[in-house]
């Protein structure tokens, strides 16, 4: 970057917030810079989080049914052997695949890529202390802040990503640990308590809250997953709280008790996972040179335009409010450019979905049973079986439901909290009919293939407002 020259836009942060507003501020024919400091763009979504889980859930998926559901399928394997080196290096295939396609992405539409570290040196101007040595200043009319998340550490348990790990040891150890202690009963815990457990690992998680999978999940759900994770070996220990880890000796011990006060009791195991949430990351952004302050949470303030209150620079994704997931920060990478370019933009928070990847697959979108009964409305629940699914019964994947909440007097769709076989695809038509206003009745009258996993999605409709065929 050359001093002199002032940009358009200046982005900090090249993951998935950041990158795809580049793209699109690119494709809008604005002068565009992003500064990204990991060496590879595409931030904790592919270096370390969404596509190297995804990776390692699909292929542990894979090993562990050849383990154990083949034989009543008529298939005989011989000698199944796990290869951890091979297992990993096919994610790192995936990963540099899909960074690398970024930075063509980047070429194609013309975004400057500069490798470094950015820091606000004034409003318009930041610093780029560059990877590969030395310093450069970009200038930029907006500047957009994509920082993003980093987890959050547990006090008195220093991460070293090899005994004591966060989900980015987690994506790489180098040997099945015998013995796993997992902190956090959310997606980041069961996710990779169920990789680790597929592989061998005994696998024991410790959820501070009565219920298992994080903000947001249905009741009934949580707890169908929590059973279906059970059956498959994973130990829980609910409404229970670490008190202190020592990573000292062999191992890791985690001393835990009941969340209202009990006896004690030592956790021992080789590894410990510490996923307790993620917090934004504003580390040496300089925020103290332009007077900008976070909020309780680390989390920017912005106004509905992405502002913060020096207006041109604005801030999305894990940085700031919301869920912290990568949908959410693209949708908000397309919107904050259309604020800069045209002065308006447009995200639905009531309609961003949820897929935790376990197996089965867990996914909603909209609103759960306990809210919509916190929230006083008056409410109907339509649920389908996939034991009653001609499709799930064929593949001999049947555990799970569909569950629809509509609005008892308009039966407007107000929630969808799906479990089983790929909830997480099927989500998306749930998502179509949220945003589209759709009723129940309107899902169950409009045809779904058979035989498909999706007609357990349109019955869960049809039992909404009338009756099931199939149940
Ligand atoms: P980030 O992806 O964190 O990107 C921010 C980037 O900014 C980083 O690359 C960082 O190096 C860079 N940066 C920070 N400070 C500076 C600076 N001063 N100068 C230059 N660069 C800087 N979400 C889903 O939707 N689906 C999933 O399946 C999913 N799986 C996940 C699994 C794991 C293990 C984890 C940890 C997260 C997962 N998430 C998932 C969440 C998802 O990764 C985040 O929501 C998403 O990455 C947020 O994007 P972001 O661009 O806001 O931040
Ligand atoms: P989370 O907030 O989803 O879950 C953390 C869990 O830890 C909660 O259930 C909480 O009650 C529990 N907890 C907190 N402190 C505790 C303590 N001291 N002892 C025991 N339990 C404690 O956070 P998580 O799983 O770390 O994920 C972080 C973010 O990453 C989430 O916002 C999630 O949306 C995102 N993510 C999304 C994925 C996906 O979309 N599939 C996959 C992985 C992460």
Known sequence: ASEAEEKDLVIIGGGVAGYVAAIKAGQSGLKVACIEKRGALGGTCLNVGCIPSKSLLNNSHLYHQILHDTKNRGIEVGDVKLNLGAMMKAKETSVSGLTKGIEFLFKKNNVEYIKGAGAFQDEHTVAVNLVEGGETTVRGKNILIATGSEATPFPGLTIDEKKVITSTGAIALEEVPKKLTVIGGGIIGLEMASVWSRLGSEVTVVEYLGQIGGPGMDKDVAKQAQKLLQKQGLKFKL?????????????????????????????????????????PYTNGLGLENIGLEVDERGRLIIDQEYRTKIPHIRAIGDVTFGPMLAHKAEEESVAVVEYITKGYGHVNYGAIPSVMYTHPEVAWVGQNEQELAAANVKYNVGQFPFSANSRAKTNLDTEGFVKMLSDAETDRILGIHIIGPNAGEMIAEGVLALEYGASSEDVARTSHAHPTLSEAFKEAAMATYDKAVHY
Not at 255 to 275: F, I, Q, S, Y
């Open 239 to 279: 409404n229970t709280k670490v008190v202190s880890g020592d990573a000292d000796g062999e191992g890791v011990k985690v001393t835990v008790e009941a969340a209202k006060g009990g006896k004690e009791e030592t956790l021992d195991a080789d590894v410990c996972l510490v996923a307790i949430g993620r917090r």
